[in-house]
């Protein structure tokens, strides 16, 4: 299995509105209602692909998933730097669980 790493950030004047949508759209929310009654999860697309966070900014994914997470940085103008990388068993373990 191909594996890359991205290392990305955002553009330095995004306001915080629009940091807080990127983070919802990429990584997902924990939600609960005000007195917490119900709890829920708002999917990201990192929900759907399987993947390992490292730092913030920083993940590993399979390259067969490039292209579909390129997309959304790309959307949101983020520097973004990759590379094919040689895979710790770990990182498989984990890149593999969705597959199951």
């Known amino acids: 299995m191909e594996v890359c790493i ?12 629009d940091l807080g949508k990127f983070v919802k759209r990429f ?4 939600t609960s209602t ?3 009654k119900y709890r ?3 999917k990201g697309l990192l929900d759907q692909i399987p ?3 490292l730092l913030r900014g920083v993940i590993i994914i399979r ?3 490039l292209e579909t997470v390129m997309k959304l940085l790309i959307e949101w103008n983020a520097v973004v730097d990759q590379r094919i990388i040689e ?3 770990e990182d498989l373990k984990m890149l593999r669980e969705v597959e199951k």
């Open 34 to 36: 005000q007195k917490g």
């Open 51 to 53: 993947h390992r966070k």
């Open 40 to 42: 829920y999860r708002r």
């Open 6 to 17: 991205l290392v990305f950030h955002l553009p330095k004047k995004m306001n915080n509105s």
């Open 27 to 30: 990584y997902g929310q924990e």
């Open 63 to 65: 390259k067969s998933d």
């Open 87 to 89: 895979p710790t068993e």
